[in-house]
């Protein structure tokens, strides 16, 4: 109690009883280290809003107190309703850190318990307590953690720290507040609880959310490193913020069987500064049984972006699991390679699964739903034997290839742009209108009907030399309702490409409307 408590280098306190902490701050007599032990079955109790620091300008330069808290030991805040800081400095030269080594108990009944050492901290083990209202904050060192256990209703605090988990070790928390600072591995920070959030701060390890616990991706700039893994087995929620790059490389979220990855927002996966970090490649792995949802939001959730060539963020989607646009707006705008090997997409009314650019290869999958599934740039393929069967398509733009087969089985898709390549296929009782603009088939191209086609705006042409086919299967109809035409406007000597129309017994190829002229067959020069 009383005033100030000065401790020389080479000090020891131990305890091996009771020493509770009332009033009076913990300052250096003067540059070096020193050692509080507290032992197996003692304790030492904080009561008050009291301090570890150096508050004198004296030059003294850096003094550790080395907090050593054994197995069985407790370190306790009992009373007080602000803040203990353990660790503080006058200036650069007058310092007093803290490195607490905890394998007993760390137990915050009331308050801020704030380590705040300015230096390299070690709590290897053990546990922590924060009761309800309560936070450990971990402001400022560096903090390198085994197999301990945060539990309780209140918070452990990440505001500045760099906090990395031994390998091996698991750091189990039931509620984290990922304000700031790192967390690194290549141990694993295990989330339990439901009221853990990350609101800023770079992801540099491994951490992951348990079957039923929850993380919320709130706040600012959440940044991830390469090699950063966010796997989720429980419930992710995307609420604000962005997800950015601390630098080049690769990161991964896995989003495992039965668990939700939430997006509630018009948000994004992009980067945003001019730092010239080169490109970076978040992987998103949505596992069989997983669930990629947008559930609110009526704007777009951005899926991979750029501040320009020299500051991007890609965003590469495996799915195997089931995309579920609620409403608004999903951009694949990725600007990479993608690879999304099969899995569903839920597309409701009105919403909008949309890909703007990369490369993506999709193996069996299906997108159902009222809504649209759009392709407005890039490439999407289908590999060999694989059939990917949509309800509802809008190819606005890129190119559609194969080898595999792309199946329009609703009534609302449309063809309005872009380049055939590939293989597509419209199936008894399905509808696909081709409207707006310039519509290209390349060669190899093939259009197979046995549902219905609707033509009614825009011309057909070749994308390059060679041939393509369009089969009017038995019992289909080919609709031409406009004055539209097959032809080579361009001139880009692309030389001849032969579109042939295989009208099968039992298909109908139908000039419907308009009383101008339908041109099957025309070139822009030799």
Do not use: Y
Request: no cysteine; proline share 1%; hydrophobic share 35%.
């Amino acid at each position: 109690s009383g005033g100030v408590k000065n401790f020389a280098s080479g000090a020891a306190l131990t305890n091996q009883g009771n020493v509770v902490w009332s009033s009076g701050t913990l300052q250096p007599a003067g540059s070096g280290t020193s050692t509080i032990t507290n032992a197996s079955g003692a304790l030492f109790d904080i009561q008050g809003d009291l301090a570890v620091t150096d508050t004198v300008n004296n030059d003294t330069g850096t003094h550790t107190l080395n907090f050593v808290n054994q197995a069985g030991g407790e370190l306790r805040r009992s009373s007080g309703t602000g803040t203990v800081t353990l660790g503080g400095q006058f200036d650069g030269n007058d310092r007093m850190f803290f490195t607490l080594q905890n394998d007993g108990a760390f137990n915050v009944a009331t308050g801020t318990a704030q380590v705040n050492g300015f230096t390299t901290v070690s709590s290897n083990g053990g546990s922590f307590l924060a009761s309800t209202g309560a936070v450990i904050d971990f402001v400022g060192g560096s903090h390198t953690l085994g197999n301990m256990t945060s539990s309780g209703a209140g918070t452990w605090q990440l505001s500045g720290a760099a906090v990395s988990v031994s390998a091996g070790n698991t750091v189990n928390a039931s509620n984290v507040a990922f304000n700031a600072g790192s967390v690194s591995g290549p141990g694993e920070l295990l989330i339990t609880g439901n009221a853990s959030t990350w609101t800023g701060g770079t992801l540099a390890g491994n951490l992951r959310v348990a079957s039923g616990g929850t993380l919320t991706l709130s706040g600012g700039v959440k940044n991830f490193a390469s090699g950063a893994a966010l796997t989720n087995q429980g419930n992710v929620v995307w609420s604000s913020g962005t997800l950015q790059p601390a630098g080049p490389g690769t990161s991964t979220i896995t989003n495992a069987s039965g668990a939700l990855f939430d997006i509630q927002g018009d948000l994004a996966v992009t980067d945003t500064v001019n730092n010239d970090t080169n490109t970076h490649t978040l992987n998103f792995v949505n596992q069989a049984g997983g669930e990629l949802r947008r559930s609110s939001g009526t704007g777009t959730a951005t899926l991979g972006g750029q501040f320009d060539g020299n500051d991007v963020m890609l965003f590469n989607l495996q799915n195997n699991g089931n995309v579920n646009v609620m409403t608004g707006t999903v951009q694949i705008n990725q600007f990479g390679t993608s690879s999304a090997n099969g899995g569903s997409f839920q597309i409701a009314s009105g919403a909008l699964f949309d890909v703007v650019a990369g490369t993506h290869t999709f193996g069996n999958m299906t997108s159902s739903g009222a809504g649209s599934w759009r392709l407005s740039g890039g490439t999407v393929g289908v590999s060999a034997g694989a059939s990917a069967n949509l309800s509802n398509l809008a190819f606005n733009g890129g190119t559609l290839a194969g080898p595999g087969e792309v199946l329009i089985t609703g009534n609302g898709s449309s063809w309005n742009g872009g380049v055939l390549s590939g293989n597509l296929r419209v199936a008894s009782g399905g509808l696909l209108t081709l409207a707006g603009g310039m519509k290209l088939v390349a060669s190899g191209a093939q259009l197979t009907n046995q549902g219905n086609v609707v033509w009614t705006a825009g011309n057909i042409e070749p994308a390059n030399s060679g041939s393509s086919t369009i089969t009017n299967a038995s019992g289909a109809v080919f609709d031409i309702r406009g004055d539209v035409a097959v032809t080579d406007t361009v001139n880009n000597d692309t030389n001849t490409h032969t579109l042939s129309f295989v009208n099968q017994s039992g298909g109908e190829l139908r000039r419907s409307t308009s009383a101008g002229t339908v041109t099957l067959g025309g070139f822009f020069d030799g």
